[in-house]
């Protein structure tokens, strides 16, 4: 059943399926997207479809792209409670595929790629140092090219003493930041994400 998962994502752009009164596709696609008992199928069969289907494996759909997001945010809150360590090793992939679909070209894409980003830094990150600078590490994330709102969350992520461990949402939203800090010619910068590295890494869940 599983194996139809990218078919069925296709039909979330007809609009026919959008009111059955036995169910419709997003319907379809939240129950396959449970990954049978426990959930234990979705990091390695569900999820890899999902965020495919933020990019290329969509076919340029944009209203495919939006409702993928959609079922990713259940899909994340699920695997944070009944696969927490399986998530870690996919959270790479999964902010990877939303800052692919920040930069999308239809604004609606856009759109719903930072009601995610803002979702996950609010609601599945359980990190509260992480939670409390939410907006700033979003904002940078979506607008990577202003180098001031880039170097406001660096500043405020190195000035931060971490009490909590670090999820692994929480972990994969900061990286993006860190690992352009690293990559500065600055040297402050670069020494700021080493330090949000080494304080982060020991406490990572």
């Known amino acids: 059943v599983i194996s139809s998962m990218p078919a069925v994502l296709m039909l979330l752009e007809e609009t026919k399926l959008k009111s059955e009164p036995t169910g419709t596709a997003t319907d379809l696609c939240q129950e396959l997207c449970r990954g ?5 199928a979705v ?3 569900i999820l890899p479809v999902l965020l495919a289907h933020l990019g290329a494996a969509a076919s340029g759909k944009w209203k495919v792209k939006v409702a993928c997001m959609g079922i990713l945010k259940d899909v994340l809150h699920r695997m944070e409670v009944q696969t927490p360590k399986q998530l870690g ?9 939303v800052r692919g679909a920040v930069g999308d070209a239809r604004k609606e894409v856009k ?6 980003l803002r979702h996950m830094g609010q609601e599945v990150a359980g990190t509260p ?3 409390g600078m939410a907006d700033a590490i979003i904002s ?3 607008d990577s090219a202003n180098m001031d709102k880039a ?12 009490m909590n461990t670090v999820d692994s949402c929480s972990f994969g939203l900061i990286f993006p930041i860190v690992s352009r800090a690293m990559r500065e010619q600055a040297h402050d910068s670069k020494m700021k994400g080493v330090q949000i590295v080494g304080a982060s890494v020991n406490l990572i869940a």
């Open 129 to 131: 140092e992480i939670r």
């Open 89 to 97: 090793v996919q959270m790479p992939k999964v902010m990877m595929a």
């Open 111 to 116: 759109k719903e790629a930072e009601v995610l």
């Open 36 to 40: 049978g008992p426990g959930g234990h």
């Open 43 to 45: 990091p390695e069969l």
């Open 140 to 142: 940078s994330i979506l």
């Open 151 to 162: 170097a406001d969350a660096l500043h405020r992520l190195s000035n931060t003493t971490f």
